[in-house]
């Protein structure tokens, strides 16, 4: 049985439809899952959901509300999502208290710090003088814009396996301070934070880059992570189920 991912959903600028990008749902199909996309919906939903699902998937898209770490609205913040925010730190809570597999892309990164108490640059650019790339790239999805180095003895570095290589970059916000339990494991080499996993979680990973892209186009070294995640997703369930059936027993 193919294992349901949860993807986080986008929302129209006149909140009247949600909306999700297709390569999210096609990089779940191609390495097994079964893609479920995920609206606002109360909280009072989330614990049922948070069991019914194998992963999550936190996709890209608007910035979150600064608030989430304690920080007013910086002049360069763009435009933000209350609903979303709410929704996905939440729903991203519970599937880590499950140590269920999380896997999160730009914005997906970001929320994965914040939910375990980090902060970020609201501009990287305004706030941070050093951060000297171009991080909100002009070209295709697929274009390499700036390298990154990663720590091969990290769980994402064995995944990997190259210390050095390039890739897209979409974002004007960065991670700033470190949250709990979390392991920075790969810097642009202007000393921005590019990846980050969890060290107490079985498999919880934020990228700032967009690897699903790159998946999708037939790169298999990207290809790697979602094999990884979806395998992940396999074994949780199967823990679960094996621990439901002791507790019959």
Same mark, same amino acid.
């Given at each position: 049985?193919?294992?349901?991912?949860?993807?986080?959903?986008?929302?129209?600028?006149?909140?009247?439809?949600?909306?999700?990008?297709?390569?999210?749902?096609?990089?779940?199909?191609?390495?097994?899952?079964?893609?479920?996309? #995920?609206?606002?919906?109360?909280?009072?939903?989330?614990?049922?959901?948070?069991?019914?699902?194998?992963?999550?998937?936190?996709?890209?898209?608007?910035?979150?509300?600064?608030?989430?770490?304690?920080?007013?609205?910086?002049?360069?913040?763009?435009?933000?999502?209350?609903?979303?925010?709410? !929704?996905?730190?939440?729903?991203?809570?519970?599937?880590?208290?499950?140590?269920?597999?999380?896997?999160?892309?730009?914005?997906?990164?970001?929320?994965?710090? #914040?939910?375990?108490?980090?902060?970020? +640059?609201?501009?990287?650019?305004?706030?941070?003088?050093? +951060?000297? +790339?171009?991080?909100?790239?002009?070209?295709?999805?697929? +274009?390499?814009?700036?390298?990154?180095?990663?720590?091969?003895?990290?769980?994402?570095?064995?995944?990997?396996?190259?210390?050095?290589?390039?890739?897209?970059?979409?974002?004007?916000?960065?991670?700033?301070?470190?949250?709990?339990?979390?392991?920075?494991?790969?810097?642009?080499?202007?000393?921005?934070?590019?990846?980050?996993?969890?060290?107490?979680?079985?498999?919880?990973?934020?990228?700032?880059?967009?690897?699903?892209?790159?998946? !999708?186009?037939?790169?298999?070294?990207?290809?790697?992570?979602?094999?990884?995640?979806?395998?992940?997703?396999?074994?949780?369930?199967?823990?679960?189920?094996?621990?439901?059936?002791?507790?019959?027993?």
């Amino acid at each position: 049985m193919k294992p349901l991912i949860g993807i986080s959903a986008e929302m129209s600028k006149d909140q009247d439809h949600f909306w999700l990008p297709f390569v999210y749902v096609e990089t779940v199909l191609k390495y097994g899952g079964l893609p479920l996309m #995920i609206p606002v919906m109360g909280d009072e939903n989330l614990d049922e959901l948070s069991l019914r699902l194998d992963g999550l998937f936190i996709t890209g898209g608007e910035d979150i509300d600064p608030s989430y770490y304690g920080e007013n609205p910086h002049l360069k913040l763009g435009k933000i999502a209350p609903e979303i925010d709410q !929704m996905e730190s939440e729903l991203g809570k519970r599937m880590l208290e499950l140590d269920k597999p999380y896997i999160g892309v730009c914005r997906g990164l970001h929320m994965l710090n #914040i939910v375990q108490g980090g902060s970020m +640059y609201q501009d990287m650019h305004d706030q941070r003088e050093e +951060y000297s +790339y171009l991080h909100l790239q002009k070209g295709p999805r697929t +274009y390499r814009s700036h390298e990154v180095e990663l720590d091969l003895d990290s769980k994402i570095g064995k995944i990997l396996g190259e210390e050095k290589f390039r890739v897209n970059s979409f974002h004007h916000q960065s991670c700033k301070d470190v949250g709990r339990d979390l392991k920075v494991v790969a810097r642009a080499t202007d000393g921005n934070i590019e990846a980050m996993e969890s060290k107490t979680h079985s498999f919880a990973f934020g990228f700032q880059w967009h690897p699903e892209e790159f998946a !999708m186009a037939g790169d298999e070294t990207s290809g790697k992570i979602f094999e990884a995640f979806i395998k992940q997703a396999v074994k949780r369930r199967k823990e679960i189920d094996d621990s439901k059936k002791r507790d019959r027993q």
